[in-house]
């Protein structure tokens, strides 16, 4: 192992010798198949990590059941004070979690150790709403008698993630089940095996010091044939799945039809909108962020640009500056703002949407391509440049404007009039995110309102990406309409009942229905 890897990975314990054990259902285990961790900048290969075989996973479905039985009566209060405990470990290993992040995910230092501390923030939230997840008490129309809302424990809940955000969408979930009484199961991104072993390192060890089970937050690595046994488990009570919209139909389909609950997290297609009114000294930096950090890897990242007509010129030349500044670099070394690409597959799917891009008559402003003279130890990364593409024309019907390519690229469309740009904006499948660039209220208000935009996040005068967790995150439409991190994201993690109680001597039927021979 390079010592640049080796650093990484030993701050975080991480054995760089052998094989790695992928499970995690209180005990560490996995003898099935063997899955590389590849760094995306340079491809080395950093471990190999035995996934759950169909017996082991079943095992930790049985663990996480009995897990959620012992779980289910420990107050809620004191499942808080275990997740505080929880974010004091993650903020002691903060830099070096950010810096496995960036060594397997590929994203910058920065936003590896931004990662991590969107898990801390939403293990904090969570330790709040441990006092706070209220149910409540409805006036009822029978004398002596009272409705109480009550929520309880859910169950088992399954987290699938994906591998752009490796540790904070598990965060964000597992936060919430364990607040809300639940067991956890995380099934990662089969190429982000790392950063999940380190994080459930680290949660099990505060687990283990408070004598709670360790299958609370239990972990099985594998492929497909893993997350698709799990989907269909009706042992899990809950999926929450992040992934693409091919997938997550899937998950949501099958889920379904044995009746669990899902909660999807699919694709984003993100739009930001310009208006003549607009401070480009705070939207063109935004844009530049949305569109080219983390390489265009969010699901939240703006794909789609809408400039109004005045100020396209001015708005582009200034967006250039910007990206000429833009040089790849290793996502370690404080200095790059370009990481790579995830993987080969990716680099494949960025050059097949350029070259789309080029048949369809599109002019691209920069980029286009991928890095070809890097030195090593960065020459076998996944480096693509992050490019500008202005279509002939706004076809939200076509596939330049309506799917989302998981890569820098930003596409530009030109409108005279808001309620243009707003149509376009939802004229796609997705409804992740959007943003809306003005200082003229009157365009704030179309904007959030009833013919505003349709997206799950509608920001003014902030970019697509890189939300807060205080307010619900998720998308509607083929985004999947879920919810998770702050907001009401919890009353999805609790089973809900409505306790109708009686106090009085008598037993009246509701509506006044009479029933007696
Ligand atoms: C994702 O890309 O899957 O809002 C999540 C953001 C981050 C989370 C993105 N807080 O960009």
């Known amino acids: 192992l390079s010592n640049r890897a080796s650093t990484v990975l030993s701050a975080l314990d991480i054995p760089t010798a052998s094989e790695?054990?992928?499970?995690?259902?209180?005990?560490?285990?996995?003898?099935?198949?063997?899955?590389?961790?590849?760094?995306?900048?340079?491809?080395?290969?950093?471990?190999?990590?035995?996934?759950?075989?169909?017996?082991?996973?079943?095992?930790?479905?049985?663990?996480?059941?009995?897990?959620?039985?012992?779980?289910?009566?420990?107050?809620?209060?004191?499942?808080?004070?275990?997740?505080?405990?929880?974010?004091?470990?993650?903020?002691?290993?903060?830099?070096?979690?950010?810096?496995?992040?960036?060594?397997?995910?590929?994203?910058?230092?920065?936003?590896?150790?931004?990662?991590?501390?969107?898990?801390?923030?939403?293990?904090?939230?969570?330790?709040?709403?441990s006092r706070m997840m209220n149910g409540r008490v409805v006036a009822s129309e029978r004398p002596g008698h009272t409705i109480l809302e009550v929520p309880n424990p859910l169950g088992v809940v399954a987290v699938l993630s994906a591998f752009n955000f490796p540790v904070a969408v598990y965060g964000w979930n597992l936060a919430l089940s364990l607040a809300a009484g639940n067991a956890t199961l995380w099934k990662p991104s089969p190429s982000t095996p790392l950063c999940s072993i380190a994080v459930t390192k680290i949660v099990s060890s505060v687990l283990e010091k408070n004598g709670i089970p360790g299958a609370v937050a239990g972990l099985v690595t594998g492929g497909k044939d893993v997350g698709a046994s799990i989907v269909e488990s009706e042992d899990v009570d809950m999926v929450s799945f992040t992934g693409s919209e091919t997938v997550g139909r899937r998950v949501g389909q099958v889920v379904q039809s044995r009746f669990g609950k899902v909660l999807l997290e699919l694709g984003g297609n993100n739009a930001a909108v310009v208006m003549p009114d607009a401070d480009l000294s705070l939207a063109v930096p935004a844009v530049f962020f949305g569109a080219v950090g983390t390489a265009g890897q969010r699901c939240t990242s703006t794909r789609r640009l809408y400039l109004h007509s005045s100020i396209v010129q001015k708005f582009l030349s200034r967006l250039e500056t910007l990206y000429a500044s833009v040089h790849p670099g290793d996502p370690l070394d404080s200095a790059t703002l370009l990481g790579p690409l995830h993987n080969r597959n990716a680099v494949e799917i960025y050059s097949n949407a350029v070259d789309h891009l080029l048949k369809t008559g599109a002019e691209i402003l920069t980029g286009g391509a991928s890095y070809t003279s890097l030195k090593d130890p960065l020459k076998n990364g996944h480096f693509v440049m992050p490019t500008i593409a202005i279509p002939e024309r706004v076809d939200v019907s076509d596939?330049?404007?309506?799917?989302?390519?998981?890569?820098?690229?930003?596409?530009?469309?030109?409108?005279?009039?808001?309620?243009?740009?707003?149509?376009?904006?939802?004229?796609?499948?997705?409804?992740?995110?959007?943003?809306?660039?003005?200082?003229?209220?009157?365009?704030?208000?179309?904007?959030?309102?009833?013919?505003?935009?349709?997206?799950?996040?509608?920001?003014?005068?902030?970019?697509?990406?890189?939300?807060?967790?205080?307010?619900?995150?998720?998308?509607?439409?083929?985004?999947?309409?879920?919810?998770?991190?702050?907001?009401?994201?919890?009353?999805?993690?609790?089973?809900?009942?409505?306790?109708?109680?009686?106090?009085?001597?008598?037993?009246?039927?509701?509506?006044?229905?009479?029933?007696?021979?």
């Open 20 to 129: 790695l054990h992928g499970v995690y259902d209180g005990e560490w285990c996995g003898s099935g198949d063997i899955f590389e961790s590849v760094c995306p900048a340079t491809g080395e290969v950093l471990a190999h990590v035995r996934s759950a075989t169909p017996q082991e996973l079943q095992r930790a479905l049985d663990r996480s059941r009995e897990a959620y039985m012992f779980f289910r009566s420990v107050p809620a209060p004191r499942r808080g004070e275990i997740l505080r405990q929880i974010r004091e470990a993650l903020a002691a290993k903060r830099e070096e979690l950010g810096a496995l992040i960036s060594l397997e995910m590929g994203k910058i230092r920065t936003e590896g150790v931004g990662e991590v501390q969107e898990f801390v923030d939403i293990a904090d939230y969570a330790v709040g709403l």
């Open 399 to 517: 596939k330049v404007w309506n799917t989302e390519t998981f890569a820098p690229i930003l596409t530009v469309g030109v409108f005279d009039e808001l309620e243009e740009a707003i149509e376009w904006n939802n004229g796609v499948p997705q409804g992740l995110s959007s943003s809306l660039w003005t200082r003229d209220l009157r365009n704030v208000g179309k904007w959030i309102g009833p013919a505003g935009s349709d997206t799950g996040i509608v920001n003014v005068n902030v970019g697509t990406s890189g939300a807060e967790i205080g307010a619900a995150f998720g998308g509607n439409k083929s985004t999947g309409w879920g919810r998770e991190s702050g907001g009401d994201a919890w009353k999805q993690y609790v089973r809900w009942s409505a306790c109708t109680v009686n106090f009085s001597d008598e037993a009246p039927l509701a509506q006044g229905v009479q029933f007696s021979p």
